[in-house]
């Protein structure tokens, strides 16, 4: 699954654009945000990239955990958003 | 359902305390944030409540959108994240 690293400076445009490639082509994508500014990026891309999809029947959700992520050899706890597909209920 | 409004200063550990409940009794949350401190908060939070539901099977997803929140008569874009839970697949 592709993954996304989003920064303070990311455009949410063009995240969500990316996010909506990845889950029409592979049905997921996967985010790595650290520090507040990257994490508010990161919920306004998905927030955006749902209505990218929506033309798609396509119903995103997130699912966000705790990671660690290396950056210059230094770990850092930052936030790893799991964006995914909505399961339709069966009889709708 | 549950409004809950988080700020810059929310604790999330707390936040989480509030998103369990809610869940396990309503079946979902909704979380408004304004502001990069606020939504960090808010991801923190739901990360955390994830854990405290998994021992009652329950599988946490978050669903963020933009809304219009009015604080003091002033209309801001703020962010609202709906806390559901994701069915399982019916054959696990």
């Given amino acids: ?28 994508a996967e985010i790595h945000a650290i520090g507040a500014g990257a994490v508010n990026q990161a919920i306004k891309s998905v927030a955006i990239a749902r209505g990218y999809v929506v033309s798609n029947d396509i119903d995103l959700v997130c699912i966000p955990t705790f990671t660690k992520i290396n950056v210059d050899g230094v770990e850092k706890t930052g936030i790893k958003l799991l964006v995914t597909v909505r399961q339709r209920e069966a009889d709708s």
Same sequence: chains 1, 2.
């Fill in 1 to 28: 699954m592709e993954v996304l690293k989003i920064s303070a400076n990311s455009k949410p445009k063009f995240v969500a654009g990316a996010i909506a490639a990845a889950v029409r082509n592979e049905g997921g």
